[in-house]
T-cell receptor, first 112, second 111 residues
Framework: DTGVSQNPRHKITKRGQNVTFRCDPISEHNRLYWYRQTLGQGPEFLTY????????KSRLLSDRFSAERPKGSFSTLEIQRTEQGDSAMYLC??????????FGSGTRLTVV | GIQVEQSPPDLILQEGANSTLRCNFSDSVNNLQWFHQNPWGQLINLFY???GTKQNGRLSATTVATERYSLLYISSSQTTDSGVYFCAVRSGSGNTGKLIFGQGTTLQVKP
C-alpha cells in the first residue's frame, strides 16, 4: 500500500491553456474523489467515482472540468481553457467499504 | 445539505498545553473524520470516528452522534502539532458519497 499518488505536484499554466492531473488511488479502494481547496478554506467536493462510474458531481464542476476513471483504476481531472480563478490545490482521495478517506498530497495549480 | 462548524477558528498554545477542538454538524452522519493538514498541504487522517471514542498517542477523539458533535483532544502539545485541523462528515441521509469539510481550526504551538 503506497497511499494515494497525485501527479504533478505543481503546475503553472497560462490562462486559456488546458491542464490534466492524474490520481492513482490505493489499489483495493473502489471509491475515488476529487476535491478543490483554495487558501484559507476547507476542501470542496468536486466529484466521485465508484469503480469506473461517476456517481456524483458538484455544481462547482463547470463544463470546463471533466473527470474520468477508465477501468476503475487511476483517474484524471482535466480543466479546459483555464482561468485565474481555477488556481487552487486539487486533492484526490480514495476509500474502501466502511473505511475512511485517504488523501493524496495534491496538485497545486497556478494560472498566470 | 449538511452543515459543519468548527471552533475555535484559531488557537495559539504554549508547548506542553492541552487543547480541545470542537466540530458540530447539522444532520445524522455515517462517517466522520478528523484530519491534520501539514504546511505542505497534505491531509493526514487522524481518526475515522462516526461514533464513540478513540485514542492514538497524545490525540484522542470522541463523537456523540446523537447530539451531533465531535471533539478532538490534543494533550501535551508540541510544535509539530501546528497546522490546520479539519473535521469532515458524510451525511447519513440520502445516498451521497461525499465528505463535507468544516472551515478548520488553525493551531499554532509556540516553543
Amino acid at each position: 500500500d503506497t497511499g494515494v499518488s497525485q501527479n504533478p505536484r505543481h503546475k503553472i499554466t497560462k490562462r486559456g491553456q488546458n491542464v490534466t492531473f492524474r490520481c492513482d488511488p490505493i489499489s483495493e479502494h473502489n471509491r475515488l474523489y476529487w476535491y478543490r481547496q483554495t487558501l484559507g478554506q476547507g476542501p470542496e467536493f468536486l466529484t466521485y467515482f465508484q469503480n469506473e462510474a461517476q456517481l456524483e458531481k458538484s455544481r462547482l464542476l463547470s463544463d470546463r472540468f471533466s473527470a474520468e476513471r477508465p477501468k476503475g483504476s487511476f483517474s484524471t481531472l482535466e480543466i479546459q481553457r483555464t482561468e485565474q480563478g481555477d488556481s487552487a490545490m486539487y486533492l484526490c482521495a480514495s476509500s474502501g467499504s466502511g473505511k475512511g478517506y485517504t488523501f493524496g498530497s495534491g496538485t497545486r495549480l497556478t494560472v498566470v | 445539505g449538511i452543515q459543519v462548524e468548527q471552533s475555535p477558528p484559531d488557537l495559539i498554545l504554549q508547548e506542553g498545553a492541552n487543547s480541545t477542538l470542537r466540530c458540530n454538524f447539522s444532520d445524522s452522519v455515517n462517517n466522520l473524520q478528523w484530519f491534520h493538514q501539514n504546511p505542505w498541504g497534505q491531509l493526514i487522517n487522524l481518526f475515522y470516528i462516526p461514533s464513540g471514542t478513540k485514542q492514538n498517542g497524545r490525540l484522542s477523539a470522541t463523537t456523540v452522534a446523537t447530539e451531533r458533535y465531535s471533539l478532538l483532544y490534543i494533550s501535551s502539545s508540541q510544535t509539530t502539532d501546528s497546522g490546520v485541523y479539519f473535521c469532515a462528515v458524510r451525511s447519513g441521509s440520502g445516498n451521497t458519497g461525499k465528505l463535507i469539510f468544516g472551515q478548520g481550526t488553525t493551531l499554532q504551538v509556540k516553543p
